[in-house]
C-alpha cells in the first residue's frame, strides 16, 4: 500500500511539540558499508561496515522561535512521525538530533515565512541509537 505525506502522517512531533506546522521532512540514511576485495575473487569476499549516519532536513512555519533558538544553542531535541495507512504503519524516531544549520526566509510577496533547517541525529544513549523505524502490523 502507499504510504504518503498528505493523508498517511498522522503526528510530527519535533521537541516533544506535535503543535508545530511541519511543511516537509526528509531523512537520509548511510551505514556507508564497503566491500573488501581480494586478489584471485570475482567478487567481494567480506563486507564490512562503516559509521551510521543519519540526516535530514525539516522545513517548518516560523510561526514560534524555538525551533530557531535550538539551532542558535546547538540544543538537541527529538524528531518523531508516524507514517500509517490501511492498519499498517511506521513510526519513526531520532531521539537526539541537533540542527546544522537554517535561515528564516520568505520567497516571495504574500508567501510564509519557512525556517528550513538541515539535522543530524547523533548517538543517543538512553535509546542507544541514532534512528528506531519501528514497523505496526
Same mark, same amino acid.
Given at each position: 500500500?502507499?504510504?504518503?505525506?498528505?493523508?498517511?502522517?498522522?503526528?510530527?512531533?519535533?521537541?516533544?511539540?506535535?503543535?508545530? #506546522?511541519?511543511?516537509?521532512?526528509?531523512?537520509?540514511?548511510?551505514?556507508?558499508?564497503?566491500?573488501?576485495?581480494?586478489?584471485?575473487?570475482?567478487?567481494?569476499?567480506?563486507?564490512?561496515?562503516?559509521?551510521?549516519?543519519?540526516?535530514?532536513?525539516?522545513?517548518?512555519?516560523?510561526?514560534?522561535?524555538?525551533?530557531?533558538?535550538?539551532?542558535?544553542?546547538?540544543?538537541?531535541?527529538?524528531?518523531?512521525?508516524?507514517?500509517?495507512?490501511?492498519?499498517?504503519?511506521?513510526?519513526?524516531?531520532? #531521539?537526539?538530533?541537533?540542527?546544522?544549520?537554517?535561515?528564516?526566509?520568505?520567497?516571495?510577496?504574500?508567501?510564509?515565512?519557512?525556517? #528550513?533547517?538541515?539535522?543530524?541525529?547523533?548517538?543517543?544513549?538512553?535509546?542507544?541509537?541514532?534512528?528506531?523505524?519501528?514497523?505496526? #502490523?
Amino acid at each position: 500500500e502507499v504510504m504518503d505525506g498528505s493523508s498517511g502522517v498522522s503526528a510530527i512531533s519535533i521537541g516533544g511539540d506535535v503543535t508545530i #506546522p511541519v511543511r516537509s521532512v526528509s531523512v537520509n540514511l548511510s551505514n556507508t558499508m564497503r566491500p573488501q576485495e581480494g586478489i584471485g575473487q570475482s567478487g567481494p569476499t567480506n563486507q564490512n561496515s562503516g559509521r551510521s549516519m543519519v540526516t535530514g532536513s525539516v522545513e517548518v512555519y516560523f510561526d514560534d522561535i524555538t525551533l530557531y533558538e535550538a539551532l542558535l544553542n546547538s540544543t538537541a531535541v527529538a524528531i518523531v512521525f508516524t507514517i500509517a495507512t490501511g492498519g499498517k504503519a511506521y513510526i519513526v524516531s531520532m #531521539p537526539k538530533v541537533k540542527f546544522n544549520d537554517g535561515v528564516p526566509a520568505v520567497s516571495g510577496v504574500d508567501t510564509d515565512l519557512m525556517l #528550513p533547517l538541515n539535522f543530524t541525529a547523533l548517538y543517543d544513549a538512553t535509546s542507544a541509537t541514532q534512528m528506531t523505524i519501528t514497523r505496526i #502490523p
